[in-house]
C-alpha cells in the first residue's frame, strides 16, 4: 500500500507561479513512474507530467515549457513547478504512483489561477 499526500495547491494570478509537492510513502526509485494528473470540473483526469523510473519525463501539450516534474528519490518526493500558469490550468491536482499492476492516488490539491 502506498499513500500519496499532496501541497501547495492555492490560488494563483495569471502569469504567477506554485510548486506541488507530493509525499509519498514508499520507494519512489523503485516504482515504474510518478506523474501528476489534473481534474477540473466537468473534464475528465488527464496526464499533466510523468517521470519514469530511469528518469525520463513527459509532458501534455498544454503544458510543455511552463511546468516542470521532479523528484528527490532521497526523500521519496514528486514536485510541480508550474510557471506561467494560465485560467485553464485551474483543476484538483492528483499525484500517482504506478507499480505496473497496481496505481496509487493522493486525495488530490486544488490549484485556481485568477486572471
Known amino acids: 500500500q502506498v499513500q500519496l499526500v499532496e501541497s501547495g495547491g492555492g490560488l494563483v494570478q495569471a502569469g504567477g507561479s506554485r510548486r506541488l509537492s507530493c509525499a509519498a510513502s514508499g520507494i519512489i526509485a523503485s516504482f515504474n513512474a510518478m506523474a501528476w494528473y489534473r481534474q477540473a470540473p466537468g473534464n475528465q483526469r488527464e496526464l499533466v507530467a510523468r517521470?519514469?523510473?530511469?528518469?525520463?519525463?513527459n509532458y501534455a501539450d498544454s503544458v510543455k515549457g511552463r511546468f516542470t516534474i521532479s523528484r528527490d528519490n532521497a526523500k521519496n518526493w514528486v514536485y510541480l513547478q508550474m510557471n506561467n500558469l494560465k485560467p485553464e490550468d485551474t483543476a484538483v491536482y492528483y499525484c500517482n504512483a504506478d507499480l505496473d499492476t497496481l496505481n496509487y492516488w493522493g486525495k488530490g490539491t486544488l490549484v485556481t489561477v485568477s486572471s
Open positions: 517521470i519514469i523510473r530511469g528518469g525520463s519525463t
